[in-house]
């Protein structure tokens, strides 16, 4: 069975600090999300991550993925308050006929504080 | 061009009835899957639509069904529903069965189970 763990679960920071929120899976595969919700909300997608080594970046969001560590980071830089939502990494469980449900970590709770 | 919808928003049962929660998926998308957000946790898998068929099932019981419409769209059911079952229902949408873009959710249902 896949599992999935996210850490920090909960992370306070405050503006103008660099954060890493790290994704590990324990079996085969390649290729990870990453998904923002904020309160009450639906997810949002941040980075699809389909290959060893990909690096992704979008504002003070940058995103990679080690598939033979089986770890996924993501990295903030410089944080703002407006990065304040729940992370969520996810993996693809394939099976057979190319189905590709998501195992999802627990998510991340990230507050940045003037 | 519209995002994925789900209706109704919320959605109040008693323990005992039965649920039907529907998804129309992102225009050109024709693979859904539905997702369970239990109160401050990451989605669990239900299970995967495609060609009107369950393609793969995340681990729940047979209380949980679902359909897929020639149109693309779907539908949940849950039977015999239980305090447990209180979460937010979210829809993903993709193109294809094997692709390897992303996903997107919908805004989903907040089902309460009284």
């Known amino acids: 069975e896949l599992k999935v763990e996210q850490n920090p679960l909960f992370l306070s920071m405050q503006e103008g600090k660099n954060y890493t929120i790290y994704c590990n899976y324990s079996t085969t595969s390649d290729r990870l999300y990453w998904y923002r919700q904020d309160p009450g909300k639906s997810l949002e997608s941040l980075f699809v991550l389909l290959s060893n080594g990909a690096v992704k970046q979008e504002g003070r969001l940058m995103a990679s993925l080690d598939t033979k560590a089986r770890l996924s980071t993501l990295h903030i830089t410089a944080a703002v308050h407006d990065l304040s939502a729940t992370y969520f990494c996810?993996?693809?469980?394939?099976?057979?006929?190319?189905?590709?449900?998501?195992?999802f970590g627990k998510g991340t709770h990230l507050i940045i504080q003037p | 061009d519209a995002g994925v919808t789900q209706s109704p928003t919320h959605l109040i049962k008693t323990r005992g009835q039965q649920v039907t929660l529907r998804c129309s998926p992102k225009?050109?998308?024709?693979?859904v899957s539905w997702y369970q957000q239990a109160l401050g946790q990451g989605p669990q898998f239900i299970f995967q639509y495609y060609e009107e068929e369950e393609r793969q099932r995340g681990n729940f019981p047979d209380r949980f069904s679902g359909h897929q419409f020639p149109n693309y769209s779907s539908e949940l059911n849950v039977n015999a529903l239980l305090l447990g079952d209180s979460a937010l229902y979210l829809c993903?949408?993709?193109?294809?069965?094997?692709?390897?873009?992303?996903?997107?959710f919908g805004p989903g249902t907040r089902l309460t189970v009284l």
């Open positions: 993903a949408s993709r193109p294809g069965l094997a692709g390897v873009g992303e996903q997107f």
């Open positions: 225009s050109g998308h024709d693979t």
């Open positions: 996810a993996v693809v469980v394939y099976s057979g006929g190319g189905a590709d449900g998501l195992t």
